[in-house]
């Protein structure tokens, strides 16, 4: 572990101000067998879990190459589970499993501190937050605010937001990015938004409650950030919405 990631870790609870709900559970212990990445792990038992909260970047497989900070954030959460003797309780998400069939959780160590919380204060990796798991959802907020004021870890980069006029064709993954709205629209089952660049997000209905007083007619002209996983439609690239957590409104 080099000198930076071993300060990272010993400095982590001076910079998270408030700490996510503490863990209360009898569940027992779990151990864990293997970390894949930084938001992705396997327990002895077999199970894969994904971290409920966060996306960290990928580590690259099958002749890809690594997202920048892959391996910062897998060896960060490898460092907190060294920490805990690869023990660790979990908190299940009102929705278990993903469509990977990877289970779904809010992990925390032996001390019940949660390590989502941990990694996105060390800016390894960003928070999202896709209902119905959506507790914690203000916490893992600050911690990703405190993380970014100072530019830790991902932070720090140029290039980070992404602009989306830099964006390639055909781009898939997670990406958080930076542009402005052309025109927003209402359409039978969803509301579309698109980007000057050629980027087109999507918020379907059944979601809309989340998003209160939503009025497309208003967005146009409006800079933003947006995150979420990128991939290619019918006239572009296009993202699908969630949560307004996904959306950071930005001064004209």
Same mark, same amino acid.
């Given at each position: 572990?080099?000198?930076?990631?071993?300060?990272?870790?010993?400095?982590?609870?001076?910079?998270?101000?408030?700490?996510?709900?503490?863990?209360?559970?009898?569940?027992?212990?779990?151990?864990?067998?293997?970390?894949?990445?930084?938001?992705?792990?396997?327990?002895?038992?077999?199970?894969?879990? /994904?971290?409920?909260?966060?996306?960290?970047?990928?580590?690259?497989?099958?002749? /890809?190459?690594?997202?920048?900070?892959? /391996?910062?954030?897998?060896?960060?959460?490898?460092?907190?589970?060294?920490?805990?003797?690869?023990?660790?309780?979990?908190?299940?998400?009102?929705?278990?499993?993903?469509?990977?069939?990877?289970?779904?959780?809010?992990?925390?160590?032996?001390?019940?501190?949660?390590?989502?919380?941990?990694?996105?204060?060390?800016?390894?990796?960003?928070?999202?937050?896709?209902?119905?798991?959506?507790?914690?959802?203000?916490?893992?907020?600050?911690?990703?605010?405190?993380?970014?004021?100072?530019?830790?870890?991902?932070?720090?980069?140029?290039?980070?937001?992404?602009?989306?006029?830099?964006?390639?064709?055909?781009?898939?993954?997670?990406?958080?990015?930076?542009?402005?709205?052309?025109?927003?629209?209402?359409?039978?089952? /969803?509301?579309?938004?698109?980007?000057?660049?050629?980027?087109?997000?999507?918020?379907?209905?059944?979601?809309?409650?989340?998003?209160?007083?939503?009025?497309?007619?208003?967005?146009?002209?409006?800079?933003?950030?947006?995150?979420?996983?990128?991939?290619?439609?019918?006239?572009?690239?296009?993202?699908?919405?969630?949560?307004?957590?996904?959306?950071?409104?930005?001064?004209?």
């Amino acid at each position: 572990m080099g000198l930076f990631l071993c300060l990272l870790f010993f400095l982590l609870p001076s910079f998270v101000a408030a700490s996510c709900q503490s863990f209360e559970s009898p569940t027992p212990q779990v151990k864990v067998a293997k970390v894949f990445d930084g938001d992705t792990l396997e327990l002895k038992d077999g199970r894969r879990i /994904r971290l409920i909260g966060i996306n960290t970047p990928e580590i690259g497989r099958q002749g /890809r190459t690594d997202e920048t900070g892959a /391996r910062a954030a897998r060896r960060l959460l490898q460092s907190l589970l060294e920490a805990s003797a690869q023990r660790i309780y979990l908190r299940p998400g009102e929705e278990q499993q993903d469509r990977y069939h990877r289970h779904l959780a809010h992990l925390y160590n032996a001390d019940g501190e949660n390590l989502t919380e941990r990694l996105l204060a060390a800016g390894v990796g960003l928070q999202i937050a896709i209902p119905p798991n959506l507790q914690n959802l203000d916490c893992y907020g600050q911690a990703e605010a405190e993380a970014r004021a100072v530019g830790r870890g991902l932070w720090k980069g140029s290039d980070f937001p992404l602009d989306v006029s830099r964006l390639r064709a055909r781009e898939r993954g997670f990406y958080l990015l930076r542009g402005l709205v052309a025109r927003a629209k209402r359409e039978r089952d /969803r509301i579309w938004i698109d980007l000057q660049g050629g980027v087109e997000l999507w918020v379907h209905n059944d979601e809309l409650p989340y998003f209160g007083d939503f009025k497309p007619e208003l967005l146009a002209g409006r800079p933003l950030e947006v995150r979420g996983w990128l991939y290619p439609g019918k006239d572009g690239l296009r993202m699908r919405l969630r949560h307004p957590a996904a959306i950071r409104w930005l001064d004209r």
